[in-house]
């Protein structure tokens, strides 16, 4: 059953992995909305093809031409590039959204842009994958996941609560952040396991001998551990440049975790950091 449909017209600007997504959650959940994509050719023809998308455009100026939502979809850089002309064309009635993995310096560029009446609302599905590409999008990859939404959750502009309303629809939890303590959380939950998982893959390279071991002994653990390792540095770079200082503190902090470890491995104290590990586990998978 087709949700209401609070707005008539998206664009999506980047139609990769995230804005495919997104564009296929619309079609999914607001099947009467047109969608309209701007990205390279090559990446359009994929996303016409997938059915992300219904039309195409040559530029920002024709994808924003009519369009109520805006959903920027690029990385980082290329968003905070981006923004002055989106904020140019964009109608003074549209909602301008954008999905990247930081936030402080890409609404503070927004800020300097958006004066027209367009709303500009920073916003970052906590949702992915290893791999790029409209290729791997799908239509339920927010369904479970938290959607950071930079504001206090009481605005009172109807079209930020008609995207809030979206982002339910999609399936997301809307989680209300600012942008400063979403760069420092996700620095922790986010950057420091991608980080994690290509130094782990550095030690398991380097200590690989001619004869293919230890790796060549891997089991799914390792697997498991290493999927983030999987992740192209095109996805991150901008994420480290722009986070820099967050990233920083957590791989100190992870430092002064692993010497704690390293000082109890012949301890009984080395179970109490199992139990707290234990329980960790234990709540990011129970039911939200």
Known sequence: MANTLPF?????????????????????HFPAISIVGFDRPEALHKALARGAIQESANDIAGALRGADLVYVALPIGATIDALPAIAAHAG?????????????????????????????????????????????????????????LIGNGDDPDA??????????????????????THDWAV???????????????????????ETGLPLSLAGPGLQDVLRLAGSPYGMWRDIVHTNTENISRALDRL???????????????????????????KTLHKPR
């Open 8 to 28: 008539s017209r998206a664009a999506i600007i980047g139609t990769g992995l995230i804005g495919g997504s997104f564009a296929l959650a619309l079609r999914k």
């Open 92 to 148: 003074a009635s549209a909602f301008v959204t954008d999905a990247g993995s930081t936030k402080t310096v890409i609404c503070r560029v927004a800020k300097e842009h958006f004066q027209n009446g367009t709303r500009f609302l920073g916003g970052h599905p906590m949702a992915g994958r290893e791999h790029s590409g409209v290729e791997y999008a799908d239509a339920d990859l927010f369904r479970g996941a938290s959607y950071a």
């Open 159 to 180: 079209r930020v609560k008609a995207f809030e309303s979206v982002v339910r629809a999609i399936g997301a939890r809307s989680e209300w952040v600012d942008a400063e």
């Open 187 to 209: 620095g922790i939950v986010s950057h420091l396991p991608q980080l994690l998982a290509i130094a782990l893959a550095r030690t398991v390279q380097d200590e690989t001998d």
């Open 255 to 281: 430092g002064q975790a692993v010497e704690h470890l390293r000082t109890r491995l012949t301890n009984k104290d080395l179970e109490s950091e199992f139990a707290a590990a234990n329980e960790i586990y």
